[in-house]
């Protein structure tokens, strides 16, 4: 009975030793990184919507792989589509997305020689429809109120290029950002207050064109009022 006693206390005691340790599973958390349209960089791990050109990192964040050779697939498939638009094989990947609708892109992962798969991740991209506008008149006068001439409203444009001309066909300025725009100015001068001209020449992420001409009110003497009760 003294025996019995000893040795169960002991073999207690071996238990934790002899027992093999808990270790992670192999696991990944991928994340999409990316500039909403406020100018701020954003990671998620869930699906989103942004504009065109929308470029994404994405990531795989593997945990417990140490003693795998894992192999990252990342499949683009837009959504009623059969087939992927493309396979990056990669741990990490990113993309500019230019086409207007929802991409899924899903995460495959396989732990290496023994071919076994993780459960799968899919984070769904929308990219919104075109859009473009231009207002027909502009006042800068320095009051920080429309003193430039630009894109009243866009979104989801791929190609973009304005021109401003005067009466006369003379082209005092272009530019190739939707965001830019005209002060104003020819070579470092006021020009006249009058009526100019503006060409616009776009291509929206939905496949849709814009060719805008229309007339440019230049009112550098108007100035915005606020009126309070």
Known sequence: MRIRQII?????????????????RPSVAPTAIYTDDDGTETETTTDFAGQAPLTVTFRANPTAMEDYSPTYEWHFRMEGEAKDLMVRYEENTQYTFTTSGTTRVTLLVSKGDTGERLDSVVIRVTVSESKLSFPNAFSPNGDGINDIYKAKDYQSLVEFHAYIFNRWGQKLYEWTDPADGWDGTYHGKDVKDGVYFVLVKAKGADGRTYHIRRDVNLLRGYT???TTN
């Open 224 to 226: 915005e009022r606020t």
């Open 8 to 24: 169960l206390p002991l073999f207690a005691a071996m238990i934790p030793f002899v027992c093999p340790a808990q270790s992670s």
